[in-house]
């Protein structure tokens, strides 16, 4: 095979690809949802003070329970990684509302209340928050113990459509979630972007929250059965996304959502 016929191949498949995933987003009933804004403060935190970090954790839920109560948030948790990587945080806290001002108005409301002063946070190597939002999420009202949140970072590529990651969602992502979270594996996922850009504007971000352990590998399971019968949605993801620079992460979590 000559290597402009390999070229030009190749074109045609991605091409087919997109234009699959194109129809079916066109006949799709999924739809964007109010923005949700999730912060996240994110510590490294030396392994001889997590007891301590638990604690610090726990000071501050008088706060987010009254935000969840009077509807200013409608989500808050904490994460502690199962999975460690050098540069990783160890530790971070989450909580989310329909407005930037909600989660802001909270979190000076923890600052003001002393939560960012305590010697365990002083302890830290390492801190850095981060505020996203989405279009793209559902969850199950109520509150978790130690389930799993299972993270994935994607980074587009230089030529990929500007809708490339509302497209992903409708088609591919969305759908898979919701039978997910309809069969119970799953409490919640959302399919996040940088509402504040510390990072390139080119990622994007899924996050799940699985049931308990077997959660995971049904969400595998399903994903690879997605692949086989819907081939042209993962040739079309791979044409729009630099798996190069994928990276996952799993947290054990503790969660309330409203």
Not at 40 to 56: D, I, L
Not at 205 to 214: G, L, P, T
Request: aromatic content about 10%; charged content about 20%; some cysteine.
């Amino acid at each position: 095979m000559s290597t402009v016929w390999k070229v030009a191949t190749g074109i045609c498949t991605l091409i087919a690809a997109f234009w699959g995933v194109t129809a079916y987003a066109q006949t799709s009933d999924v739809k964007e949802k109010p923005p949700l804004y999730t912060y996240v403060g994110n510590w490294s935190v030396p392994r001889a003070q997590w007891s301590e970090m638990e604690k610090q954790v726990g000071a501050s839920q008088a706060i987010l329970q009254k935000a969840v109560s009077d509807g200013t948030l409608v989500a808050y948790g904490n994460d502690t990684s199962l999975i460690h990587t050098p540069e990783g945080s160890t530790q971070d806290s989450f909580w989310s509302a329909n407005s930037m001002a909600g989660v802001i108005n909270v979190l000076e409301q923890i600052y003001k209340a002393g939560g960012g002063n305590s010697p365990v946070l002083a302890a830290a190597t390492k801190h850095w928050d981060a505020i996203y939002v989405s279009r793209h999420y559902n969850w199950h009202s109520g509150s978790w113990k130690d389930v799993y949140t299972h993270s994935s970072s994607y980074k587009l590529k230089a030529d990929a459509p500007e809708d490339a990651v509302e497209t992903l969602s409708k088609t591919l992502i969305v759908p898979l979630m919701e039978k997910q979270l309809a069969a119970g594996s799953i409490h919640e996922y959302e399919v996040d972007t940088q509402a504040i850009h510390t990072e390139a504007p080119d990622s994007f971000y899924i996050f799940y929250i699985a049931a308990n352990a077997e959660g995971l590998d049904k969400v595998n399971a399903a994903l690879r059965d997605a692949m086989k019968a819907n081939p042209l949605g993962g040739q079309a993801f791979g044409s729009m996304v630099d798996f190069t620079a994928h990276r996952d992460g799993l947290a054990r979590t503790t969660a309330t959502y409203k």
